[in-house]
């Protein structure tokens, strides 16, 4: 091994090595998922999380205005004349005390990652910057993903802004994409192939053909997307004046910001740049809570890294065998077969974790509550406050704890959903608790005032 950066098992049982340009993304020994390791003494790490900061005065570098890249000594497998970066990562942790009255938090504890600013709209770009770097390392020209949206919008987008002679391949199952996330795709350029079948059936024939096509895979089975994701956590410690919250709370779906925000701070810790270790809430919606049922209902866990993947099979087996299909409104997380599952297990290991189901009802009256408190987000992003409210009523979450839910993307990936319950048309056939739809008046000004003069502010 001569670069300070390789490919590692995750299976400590296993610990096969990978060389840094390998794009299989999956050990060659057992078959298990990778990540992108380090030879730490070997990397100029600063002494101090603090000692970033002076990178803020040096954004017209495009490294350093880069929320990705301006942390390059945590994630060091590119020499930065390779970094793909279309300024990714400017997004705020923003106060929301409003929202934190909703879920039962006193003022001041509860923060927004506020993902949804970023270029494509989407928290993806964090790890397509990283993802889009190493394609660029290995000599790559053709990308491509399976998506519920978001994924395909950050990879068509990247594509087209850089220049760099990259086409864009994009999986979606049909109907399983928000209009909002598919218009970028095709706006973009990415050539879009629709699959008579839900996100795990795009998953698997994404993965087919890339490997018989030598195509470079951009989903979150890469580790190097991972490594990207890692870059949210320093933004939010970088936001709380480098002190861990008590609590992150983040959407499930495919695993992928909870086993990479994992990663980050074991790696921190390991580095002895954090003394303590936030706790971690993955929540899922009930259509689609595979992970909940392994973890909660049949005991699955890392175990040092040997998790009893027998479990996971026959929950599988079951799967296809009663035809269950997620379904879920948050159509970002709609997914049954994670596959970052087993790094999830091993990031709620670490992060003393716990993980929870919301309804779709909870999810859209807390995506109404944080619009109303003025940051909109589409429906994934709200099951992390809905899942905070739901730990705060059964006392897991205390009302002085700080907590940091990360809101995925921004309200415009799916404004059908948005219109929709506003309009009230429920789920349940019960009107939704905060409906707030358009009110029909006469063409006629009399009415018009009469109307406002009777309005309360909400």
Known sequence: MTEPAYQL??????????????????????????????????????????????RWSNRSDPLDESGVWRFRELLPFAPPSMVVTIGEGRTPLQAADK?????????????????????????????????????RMTGARRVA?????????????????????????????????????????LDHGALTIQV???????????????TRLGIYLMNSINPFRLEGQKAIMFRVLESLRWSPPDWVVVPGGNLGNSSSFGKAFQELKYLGLIAKVPRL??????????????VCRQGLKWDGGSPDMEIVARHYDRLDIEGRKAVTV??????????????????????????RTVEDEEILDAKAMVGAGGFGCEPASAASVAGVRKLRREGVIGPDERVVCVLTGHALKDPNVTVSYHRGESLTGEAPVRANGPVAVANDTEAIIRLIENSRPS
């Open 9 to 54: 098992c995750i299976n400590p049982l296993c610990g096969t090595t990978v060389d840094i340009a390998d794009t299989a993304f999956s050990c060659p020994r057992c078959g298990g998922l990778l990540d992108v390791a380090y030879d730490w003494d070997r990397v100029p790490v600063p002494k101090r999380l603090r000692d970033f900061e002076a």
């Open 281 to 294: 809430a993955v929540i899922n919606a009930a259509g689609a809570r595979t992970l909940e049922e392994l």
């Open 145 to 185: 993903c399976a998506s519920t949206g978001n994924t395909s919008a950050a990879l068509a987008v990247f594509c087209s802004a850089t220049d760099l002679g990259f086409q864009a391949i994009v999986f979606v199952g049909a109907g399983k994409i928000a209009f909002g996330k598919l218009a970028q795709a």
């Open 196 to 210: 008579q079948g839900d996100f795990d059936d795009a998953m698997a024939r994404v993965r087919q053909v890339a």
């Open 330 to 355: 948050a159509s970002a997380i709609e997914i049954n077969r994670p596959v970052n599952l087993v790094k999830c297990l091993r990031a709620l290991d670490f992060c003393d974790g716990v993980v």
């Open 99 to 135: 929202v934190a009255a909703y879920v039962g938090l006193n003022p001041g504890r509860l923060g927004l990652q506020y993902e949804g600013m970023n270029p494509s709209g989407s928290f993806k770009d964090n790890g397509m910057t990283a993802a889009f770097t190493h394609a």
